[in-house]
């Protein structure tokens, strides 16, 4: 099985798929999964949707990659859409959240440099966080796991403060705060809720100190909580934004998004990819946009998603300790039983989603999953919980 060929750094289960259709995946002994994992909320359309295969095999025959000394006529007509959809100015694209994270940090010091000075370098973020897996998104991240001894030194110039903690704005920021970087759902930390109203004033607070404001929309963006970014639900106006995840369908892809204060900042040379923004992403991205912002779309999201926590909440599982979330994004908190046992169990039988946190059931479906595939996959997540 694959556990025995490609380097295991995940941890992964010894399930090899091979196909997929809409919500629902078959491995290679043609055994079907449903899907509320999405590869981690990246298959925001599903498997096999035929508009986005389509548009990604017509652009193979033109072109999959061209350096980005020019310009494709993809990439530029997708630039155009996503700006003018998100309100912002400018556009770096990736080919990760990582790597668009990493984007933004830069952009954050080198603005801090020109409005501050030198000493102007620090980026605030929040307990329970998490922004990638290089050395500098990893000390970005709120959670000391992520910072294990065996990759020391990190990067300086990262300071942490507890999400929704109103003591915590009095002193976070100060005249070498560069940025305030928010996470909007906290998905690795255990699909945490951000308030809104801490979020704006912890944006006031940090602008009031000089700093711009960063939202971190690399699992939340393009459409997973209901709206094309979360930060339009939580109202703090961020300077720049981060995505990856769904932007692309599948296709490996990111983008960091600036505007006002942070628009300008970047120059040739500052900051490159090779593989940034090539046409067969771009491509692929343009069909989930406008997917995204077809009629009643994302309204779908957000009923569906509060149908999910609905039905679990209706359960009155005593293992069940919590149900929060957005859109279609939902964590279950549960006690007294190990969340990596549930998720195993319920892969044996043929549900997927993730654990987060220390005692989170992770749900991130794909955003046009059917209401009775929804209702399938809940069955099973039932009668494991029930056990």
Known sequence: MGSKTVVNNYGSFDVTFKSGKGSVLKDTSGKKYIDFLAGIAVNCLGHNYKPLVKAISKQAKNQIHICNYFFSDTGVAYAKELLNATGFDGVYFGNSGAEANEAAIKLARKYGQLNGGSMRKTVVTLENSFHGRTLATIKATGQSKFHPECFEPYPLGFKTIKANDWDALNTA????????MIECVQGEGGVNLVDAKWAQAAAAAAR?????????????????TGSLLASEQLQFNPEVVTLAKAIAGGVPMGACLFRGKANGVFQPGDHQSTFGGNPLACAAARVVLKTLTSPDFLGHVTENGEYMREQIRSWNL????DVRGLGLMTGVEITGKNPVEVEKECLEKGLLFSTAGTQTLR???PLNIPK????????ILRSVLEK
């Open 208 to 224: 009031a100190a000089g700093a711009i404001v960063i939202a971190d929309e690399v699992q939340t963006g393009m459409g997973r």
């Open 318 to 321: 005593p293992c069940i300790a």
């Open 363 to 365: 749900l991130v479906p």
């Open 173 to 180: 920021f100060d005249s070498t705060t560069a940025a305030l």
């Open 372 to 379: 009775k595939i929804i209702d399938e996959g809940l069955a």
